[in-house]
């Protein structure tokens, strides 16, 4: 296709990157017990592990939807999701999810990490969606940043719970370079 940017590295590594949380995903609810994954009910946390897995989940779906639609200009819109699906109380689907999920993104076409996406979001619930123009890999890139915010939520919820994590789940990239240079 005439005008059509190679498709980098670095795109690539970001659906590596997104691939690698959705790993960290899915060790985390296998470390959970069915009661740990569906309890709320720390403070400040209103919404059990298992809604936060539900929402990454969906924002790797509208990701992979946007990414694999047909049309000349792919859309992505992460805000139109189902809230209140078998993913927030069937562990076992949650963690088969996450492992099909990772294969879809492992899956994804290098040249629609290149092409450019077209983002509807809410930015005020008193407003409608708004345009945002964005490309394939730099939305992978937010997912992967989004899934990894969760994670650390999830993981201080699920040791509330009394389950043991990873002393660097839910770390950004960022944290774990700088940790690294003191």
């Known amino acids: ?17 997104l691939a690698a949380a959705l790993d960290r995903l899915h060790g985390l609810i296998q470390g959970l017990s069915d ?6 009910g720390m403070k400040g946390f209103s919404s059990p592990i298992a809604a936060h897995v ?11 939807l946007g990414l694999q ?17 078998r993913i927030e109380t069937d562990r076992g689907h949650a963690l088969e999810t996450c ?18 996406v077209r983002v509807l979001a809410m930015v005020s619930p008193e407003h409608p969606e708004q345009l ?11 997912v992967f940043h989004h899934t990894i915010h969760h994670l650390a ?6 040791e509330y719970l009394g389950a043991s994590m990873e ?3 839910g770390r950004a990239p960022a944290t774990l370079a700088a940790d690294q240079d003191h």
């Open 69 to 85: 639609d047909g049309e000349p200009v792919r859309e992505i819109r992460y805000d139109r999701r189902e809230r209140g699906t």
């Open 153 to 158: 939520l999830m993981a201080a919820h699920a």
């Open 99 to 116: 492992s099909n999920r990772r294969e879809q993104v492992l899956a994804l076409d290098p040249s629609a990490l290149a092409d450019p």
């Open 35 to 40: 009661e740990q994954y569906t309890r709320s």
């Open 1 to 17: 296709m005439a005008g059509r940017e190679q498709p980098s590295s670095e795109a690539t590594r970001c659906s590596d990157a």
């Open 167 to 169: 002393h660097d789940l």
């Open 132 to 142: 945002f123009d964005s490309t394939g890999a730099r939305e992978t890139l937010y």
């Open 54 to 64: 539900r929402h990454c989940v969906d924002h790797v779906d509208a990701l992979l």
